[in-house]
């Protein structure tokens, strides 16, 4: 196969069902923005000027309303455009201050909560009684919804004089912990038998066997993980700057726009942090390839 056939074929598997998938969404989105807006149009725009209009009017009016229910997708791509090149990078409406406040939090809870998951799979894995005593306490943890969490983290730390990125870093902890628990636990337990008495031949100690044996076959297992534990911190580091007050970060965005209903900022923010999980997501997939082919080269 030739180097264009192989270019033509990817382009049909990969990206032409992605930009088929795109266009019925940007369809169905602005059918539903006409739709949810056209009765806003109609008592706001249409009937005040007092002119016959048509269905194409109906449709012009209902997409470009400044506080629709549902923005059309231009108006969020001007929305998000403006929030990026139109403010100072200090201003509340920039949104590069909320992203650099949200990306903090997030990955100073996410190094957090992938250190306790770390300490609390090798707890596990190398103690039967702390495995029953922890375990079943792990899972329940995550039957707590994270909003009910929040406040009383913010009441205990403040209590503590910990305030602003603390108790939302811990939220944000609290979140991504988990699925690195669950994976390191089951990473940790997957060599074989004849691999871990192959380790007591030489007489390795535990600390030896989990560095040398036990952690290289957990990396399969940790990094899937990761991927997910810091997309968790990121949706912990939104939800935590509700009830703490934040002024700044997309979850403050967030509030404030249907504090003001500004649908507008509310789907721009809504935008941004996807691409952030996105970004922050991709950013572990690139570790997790040079670590992995470290690993096969040793």
Do not use: C
């Amino acid at each position: 196969m030739t180097k264009s056939a192989a270019a033509t074929a990817w382009l049909g598997q990969r990206v032409l069902p992605v930009l088929v998938v795109m266009a019925g969404v940007v369809v169905f989105w602005y059918l539903g923005a006409w739709g949810m807006n056209a009765r806003m149009a109609i008592e706001r725009v249409l009937e005040p000027a007092g002119n016959p209009w048509n269905w194409s009017d109906l449709a012009q009016a209902a997409w470009g309303l400044e506080r629709p229910v549902l923005p059309a997708p231009h108006q969020v791509a001007l929305d998000f455009w403006s929030g990026w090149v139109d403010w100072p990078l200090d201003s509340p409406r920039s949104l590069w201050f909320h992203v650099v406040v949200t990306g903090e939090t997030t990955l100073v809870g996410f190094v957090l909560g992938t250190a306790l998951g770390f300490v609390l799979a090798v707890l596990i894995v190398h103690s039967r009684t702390l495995e029953k005593a922890l375990l079943p306490w792990i899972v329940a943890s995550q039957s707590i919804p994270v909003l009910a969490i929040a406040p009383i983290v913010l009441v205990i730390l403040g209590s503590l004089g910990l305030e602003g990125l603390a108790p939302k870093a811990v939220i944000a902890m609290y979140l991504s912990f988990f699925p690195v628990t669950v994976a390191m636990v089951q990473g940790l337990r997957s060599p074989q038998v004849i691999e871990t008495e192959m380790m007591h031949t030489y007489a390795a100690s535990r600390w030896q066997a989990l560095w040398l044996l036990r952690l290289p076959a957990a990396l399969p297992f940790l990094f899937p993980a990761l991927r997910v534990g810091i997309a968790a911190s990121l949706v912990g580091a939104m939800v935590a700057e509700l009830p703490t007050g934040a002024q700044a970060g997309l979850g403050a965005r967030l509030l404030t726009g249907s504090y003001y209903g500004n649908t507008l900022g509310i789907w721009s923010a809504l935008v941004t942090s996807a691409l952030l999980g996105l970004l922050l997501s991709s950013s572990v997939a690139l570790v997790e390839r040079w670590a992995l082919r470290h690993r096969q080269a040793r």
